[in-house]
């Protein structure tokens, strides 16, 4: 599959480091400014991952919860989400994007719609939260022939057998999920204990890309470079939390950050 997401991962292993993914929710704390915050924070960011807000988030910390409320709150719909995409890609073509959401919304929506309406954005990429292996294959299907990576999720309790499984069937990205947690949670678990198992699951193929997510922020990230990509998510929208309650220009704050964030990985 031709995939912008593929092309990242090669240019960050010229330059011999990891790619800088941000997570960031669709809407907060409106479309305007959630746009705005996506072409700000794309000049340093290799990847975006843009969240459906989705009121009973089940894998996402408080930070990300209130960034979704916050969403709703101001009447955020599927549409619109795609709507932002679409708006982001017109100006950024080849900046790729990957929506992250939870999949009772596709299903409402429909499969087949739910593809297209990405494919007419400008999609990249999707994770699915709750949609896991194996039930996920034929969804999985439908996005390779839309050419939309389906990105897989693995964790520090996924089987060896299972595992191989998972990465066999994956379209080229895999999300490590770095510790038995919600988004946002403190470090559970080392750097060096991270990496040691993120580098027994990259053994299994060294041609997939591997991301580690959960527990990323400006004090972690230099630990753990050594990865193929690396997600940070809830600091940002907790600086998106609090640049509204000081009102602060939200996208300057996030593009600040999010270049200070990319620093720390060269």
């Known amino acids: 599959m031709n995939s912008k997401i593929a092309k990242v991962f090669e240019n960050c292993k010229r330059e011999k480091r990891a790619?800088?993914?941000?997570?960031?929710?669709?809407?907060?704390?409106?479309?305007?400014?959630?746009?705005k915050i996506l072409n700000a924070i794309s000049k340093n960011a290799d990847i975006l991952e843009l969240g459906f807000p989705h009121n009973t988030p089940i894998a996402d910390g408080g930070q990300i919860q209130g960034s979704s409320h916050?969403?709703?709150?101001?009447g955020i719909k599927l549409k619109d989400v795609f709507q932002i995409v679409k708006k982001f890609k017109d100006s950024n073509p080849d900046k790729p994007l990957i929506l992250m959401g939870y999949f009772n919304l596709i299903y409402q929506?429909?499969?087949?719609?739910?593809?297209?309406?990405?494919k007419d954005a400008g999609?990249?990429?999707?994770?699915?939260?709750?949609?896991?292996?194996?039930?996920?294959?034929?969804?999985?299907?439908k996005c390779k022939?839309?050419?939309?990576?389906?990105?897989?999720?693995?964790s520090p309790t996924t089987s060896k057998d299972r595992m191989k499984s998972i990465i066999r069937d994956s379209h080229g990205m895999i999300y490590y999920i770095s510790m038995l947690s919600t988004t946002g949670g403190k470090l559970k678990v080392s750097p060096k204990k991270i990496l040691q198992?993120?580098?027994?699951?990259?053994?299994?193929?060294?041609?997939k890309n591997?991301?580690?997510?959960?527990?990323?922020?400006?004090?972690?990230?230099?630990?753990?470079?050594?990865?193929?990509?690396l997600v940070v998510g809830s600091q940002l929208c907790k600086a998106i939390t609090n640049s509204l309650k000081k009102r602060l220009n939200t996208a300057k704050v996030l593009n600040k950050m999010v270049y200070k964030l990319k620093k720390k990985i060269l």
């Open 70 to 74: 916050r969403a709703l709150k101001n």
């Open 109 to 118: 929506s429909g499969e087949n719609n739910f593809l297209k309406n990405c």
């Open 210 to 229: 591997i991301v580690i997510g959960f527990g990323i922020t400006d004090k972690t990230i230099a630990a753990l470079k050594k990865a193929d990509g």
């Open 145 to 154: 022939k839309n050419s939309i990576y389906f990105i897989q999720l693995v």
């Open 197 to 207: 198992n993120y580098n027994k699951i990259k053994r299994l193929n060294l041609n």
């Open 123 to 141: 999609v990249d990429g999707l994770i699915i939260v709750d949609l896991p292996y194996p039930e996920n294959k034929n969804f999985a299907r």
């Open 19 to 35: 790619a800088l993914i941000t997570y960031t929710v669709a809407g907060d704390n409106t479309k305007n400014n959630s746009l």
